[in-house]
């Protein structure tokens, strides 16, 4: 009851506040690695969420949607930096 | 008394990844946002695992918990490292109150190609890899 | 290589001895440590004692884990304090640092452990293998900061992959 009520009312605004500020982030950030940082913070705080969720449905097939969401940011992230590196100006 | 704990754990790890976010917005240079956040967020999702395991109380969900945690912690400096690296190499700027940067006498901050960097220091292989590379680059 | 297949054996052959008894517990497992560190010993070629080598190695892992929690811990609550006063108090540079430890496995685990600990970032590693360079959020002395890295992280690597 008490878990429900806290993970409703203080946990999830406090990870959509996060959300916001990352996204805040990704819009102005100055230059590209700026904006994948921002992302990989992003990724990470809907894992975050879907965990929040899976103990609030109590759904624990959730939370393997969170791990495989952490696997498959990560990836991109990789996939990203390699970009960068080699998209570098002549 | 258990319920207290695991929403005290649930708020714990939301607050440090509220903390990660201030701090990506608050940091002045990239290098200094990723070093905020590669700790305070896997540290937030730990608190937040842990909640989750004993809220489920389950062997199976603790096993895949600590499963996904390890491999939290374990790629999340791998990836800082490859953002900062590419960063560095792309030019990105160090913040202007930044003290000293001896990476600098590495690379000499100029654009050169990876390959000139990397193989400059070992002459044997120096030439075919970097040709090869080359044409790799080019059919690329 | 050898040690690595004793070490494994180490660990598959309990589990064979569970599934043979039947049992799968906590002290059944123990018990197929140490008959499989007995079957071990007798047959491997270099007499070391086997269980006891293992056991030496988990605690030192264990310990390296703890250690590691501990500063994560430090290092999170520094960069929370720095991030809700308004005040930058950083002083922030990019050292080369430069390693004893040549192997892969070692320079890959005092980077990550870096990266994790207080407000450094490792980026690169010189082309050699022989130097580390790290960004560091706090740096006072930065002849201090290389001893610091050396003597509180590069020696529990070294011990703990030794």
Known sequence: MIVDFVAFWVVLPMLSLALVLAFIRLAIGPTLPDRVVAFELIAILLAGVIVVYAVLGEHSALFDVASVWAIISFLSVVAIAYYIEKARKP | MMEILIAALLILGASFMLIAAIGILKMPDLYMRMSVNTKSVTLGMGFLLLALVLHFHEIGVASRALATLVFIAMTAPISSHLIGRAAYLSGVELWSETRRDELGDLYQRRPMSMEQVLFSENPPHSMDLEQEEKDTEDNF | MKRISI????????????????????????????????????????????????????????????????????????????????????????????????????????????????????????????????????????????????????????????
């Open chain 3, 7 to 162: 070490f494994l054996g180490n660990i598959f052959l309990p589990f064979i001895w569970m599934a043979l008894t039947g049992q799968f517990t906590a002290g059944n497992f123990f018990i197929g440590v140490l008959l499989s560190s007995f079957a071990l010993w007798v047959a491997a070629p270099q007499r070391e004692i086997l269980v006891l080598n293992s056991l030496v190695r988990l605690w030192r892992w264990l310990l390296f884990f703890l250690f590691f929690l501990w500063e994560l811990t430090l290092a999170s609550l520094r960069v929370v304090h720095d991030i809700l006063t308004p005040r930058h108090r950083m002083r922030p540079a990019i050292i080369a640092v430069p390693l004893e430890i040549r192997k892969d496995i070692e320079i890959t685990l005092l980077a990550n452990l870096l990266t994790m600990t207080p407000g450094t970032l490792s980026l690169e590693v010189s082309p050699g293998s022989d130097v580390l360079y790290v960004h560091a959020m706090y740096v006072d002395d930065i002849e201090e900061f290389r001893r610091m890295v050396k003597e509180k992280y590069e020696k529990r690597v070294q011990r703990v992959l030794e």
